[in-house]
């Protein structure tokens, strides 16, 4: 081998490597994007759930309207300790129509400010 062909082999093997690098730092962000959405999702909707499960109808915009919950809330339900970073907000409207039974909106979205994740989820509520 001459000289000319190792140096051309050595440019040819940095080209791939430089192009391998810059392939495995996206797929990382991408899979940690992806982490984040699916904790997300999750924290959305234990809130979902939870609001689901209060039992008393005529309280649920009082009780659960314009909540912001994040790791630190304590009283946060259900609880996001173990889960810094994401920033839980519900807000509840209550719908009374002339033309139809009164129902209450749910609408929770799931942040995380690291990837700027953002998860919403709803749910419609009718009188009971």
Do not use: C, W
Request: glycine content about 4%; aromatic content about 8%; cysteine-free.
């Amino acid at each position: 081998m001459t000289l000319i062909e190792v140096i051309m082999a050595v440019m040819i093997l940095s080209g791939v490597l430089i192009g391998l690098s810059n392939f495995t730092r996206r797929f990382q962000s991408l899979t940690n994007d992806h982490d984040a959405l699916a904790v997300a999702s999750e924290l959305a909707t234990a809130r979902v759930e939870a609001v689901e499960l209060h039992r008393t109808y005529a309280t649920l915009v009082a009780t659960f309207n314009g909540t912001t919950e994040t790791s630190a809330t304590t009283s946060a339900n259900p609880s996001m300790s173990g889960y810094p970073g994401y920033t839980r907000t519900t807000a509840v409207t209550a719908v009374d129509s002339s033309y139809a039974a009164k129902y209450v909106t749910v609408t929770v979205t799931v942040t995380h400010a690291a990837t700027e994740t953002t998860v919403t989820k709803s749910l419609v509520i009718s009188a009971f």
